[in-house]
């Protein structure tokens, strides 16, 4: 389940991608653990790495869509595995690939052809991007920017500032945001220019998230990628396509931990018995491993959605939001679990596990907060629940093919009017788990929640009442897709019920702050404490996942 750079051969995948992501791993491996983690502790730049990348053309390799060179394709099943193997080294690696496939956004959704080419020559020479978005007073509000783009007599003058903006220090091009004469604006710049002020990096760490600023830099058509409401919606749909990498990142950084955690407590005696005899260290493994196994599980499923959908069928809408908002925090519980286990050994300079600690922390807060990716979530409840269509059944997605719906997605509108496939049968699939049948069970009383006790007109403006509910609704679809996954690889079923236990749990546990909350009905309230329910228990299941878990210990440690 977890990747091993012992024996790393995604097998599932092309003979050349395979060559490159085995090549990554190596690079990693050769430059060793010491290197990787002073660099880290210096915040060295990372020219050695972007040497790497360059001499293989890995982000040229990865990030250009064939209708740009009809020799490289745009794959999200491949770069969904280099930003797992990215994240398993060092979240400031994935970071430099992350803001580069958002800097390329705009562009490939655009129909410059000029600023394509001009981006594939400098992809094929090493050179990194960057997306222009946040502002230090705004956030990513794209309502309220200040940069302003004004017309001249020889073409257009650019003036503001540009904040949170990664790679700004070294991007061949970044597409920035604007508007002119009170219409939304996509154009490209330079950050080698005279008129790009770089005024500093504002996070202390080896990657460069920089502060810029526009002063009357000068663009011409040729720099120009989208005007008035495309602009808009390549806004959106540029982060529909990087959230998908927020969550191989988080997926990463917990599988090289893991290794850590289980290594050191696993050979440890502590009172006389090995630190892993004492039953709640156990718990905290498991647990660990199931939530672990689930985020493996649903975003590989994701990714089948999102490379399959078309102007018909964008369901990819809800569970893009689900890959960076619920995957990216069930990583931050992951560590957490394995930490309280390891304790001390997790604050040790010359460990990965203490950079993990930081990093894992990153990924729910960027491509938008938890917070407002739940919000978009609740858009889709009433038809995901109530109102499923007939789609064929969407099938593994690992062939060779360019994935050209990512750059012609569309308006970003109509969200609430998307259908999707009915989510019920493969939970009674499953119905022979016992936590698939009690989860299912919970899942099912949402819609009895809705139809008997929905929030009132004040609950649905109070926005802390609804995420909670955003919250419980989140767990139908999260479920649903481990199943679909966990069907088509054929799971282990131990394992698979193991991760429906913790599910359960979880359910319970948003459905108790429900009840809690200042707003909530006596009717709801009665809702609430009949989906407290107790995890069907059984010892030679929760053994046979330990033994997995066990088995892990001394599997891979980093080299020197």
């Not at 791993?25 to 050769?30: G, L, N, T």
């Not at 502790?41 to 990865?62: P, S």
């Amino acid at each position: 389940m977890l990747l091993d750079p012992n024996h790393y051969d995604p097998a599932h995948l092309d003979e050349e991608t395979r060559r490159l992501l085995r090549a990554t791993v190596d690079w990693f491996e050769a430059r060793g653990k010491r290197q990787l983690i002073a660099d880290a502790q210096d915040r060295v730049w990372y020219t050695d790495f972007l040497d790497f990348v360059k001499r293989e053309k890995l982000f040229a390799t990865f990030c250009t869509p064939s209708g740009v060179d009809g020799t490289k394709r745009w794959d999200a099943a491949r770069n969904a595995a280099f930003s797992e193997v990215l994240g398993f080294y060092g979240l400031q690696y994935w970071y430099a690939w992350q803001v580069t496939v958002l800097g390329l956004g705009p562009i490939w959704m655009s129909g410059n052809e000029e600023a394509k080419q001009k981006a594939a020559a400098l992809l094929d020479s090493g050179a990194v991007f960057a997306f222009g978005l946040s502002e230090k007073e705004h956030g990513a509000d794209v309502y309220s920017t200040d940069m302003i783009v004004t017309k001249t007599e020889d073409g257009y003058r650019a003036n503001g500032s540009k904040y949170y903006i990664g790679n700004g220090n070294v991007a061949g091009m970044v597409s920035v945001f604007g508007k002119i004469d009170d219409e939304y604006l996509f154009f490209a710049v330079d950050s080698r220019h005279e008129s790009f002020e770089l005024v500093k990096n504002v996070v202390d760490s080896q990657m460069f998230v920089s502060e810029f600023r526009l002063h009357d830099y000068p663009l011409t058509d040729a720099d120009i990628l989208h005007r008035g409401p495309d602009a808009f919606s390549a806004a959106l749909n540029t982060v529909n396509v990087g959230k998908f990498n927020l969550c191989t990142a988080s997926i990463g950084i917990c599988e090289h931990s893991f290794y850590e955690a289980i290594t050191h407590a696993h050979n440890r005696i502590l009172y006389g018995n090995p630190v892993t005899d004492f039953p709640h260290v156990r718990q905290n493994f498991v647990d660990a491993y199931a939530r672990l196994t689930a985020m493996k599980l649903f975003s590989d499923r994701a990714v089948d959605y999102f490379r399959s959908a078309n102007e018909d069928d964008r369901r990819y809408l809800l569970f893009n939001p689900i890959t960076k908002m619920k995957v990216t925090s069930e990583g931050e519980q992951v560590i957490d679990l394995l930490w309280d286990v390891i304790a001390a050994k997790g604050f040790e300079k010359d460990t990965y596990f203490t950079r993990a600690t930081a990093d894992i922390r990153a990924l729910p807060k960027l491509e938008g907060t938890v917070h407002v990716n739940l919000a978009l979530v609740l858009k889709f409840m009433p038809n995901y629940l109530f109102n499923p269509a007939q789609y064929e059944e969407v099938p593994t997605r690992h062939d060779a093919a360019d994935d050209d719906f990512f750059w012609r997605q569309g308006p970003a509108r109509g969200l609430g009017k998307i259908q999707f496939h009915d989510w019920e049968p493969v939970y009674a699939e499953h119905a022979h788990l016992p936590n698939v049948k009690l989860f299912h069970e919970q899942a099912s009383a949402i819609k009895t929640l809705l139809a008997t006790a929905a929030p009132d007109e004040a609950q649905q403006k109070d926005l802390d009442f609804l995420l909670n509910l955003g919250h419980l609704f989140t767990l139908v679809v999260y479920g649903q897709l481990v199943l679909e996954q966990a069907k088509i690889t054929g799971t282990d079923q131990h394992v698979l019920d193991q991760v429906f236990d913790v599910l359960v749990r979880d359910f319970a546990g948003y459905a108790t702050a429900l009840h809690g909350k200042a707003s909530s009905t006596e009717a709801q309230q009665r809702w609430a404490l009949g989906q407290i329910r107790k995890p069907h228990v059984d010892q030679a299941r929760f053994d046979a996942v330990w033994q997995q878990v066990e088995a892990l210990s001394g599997r891979y440690e980093m080299r020197p």
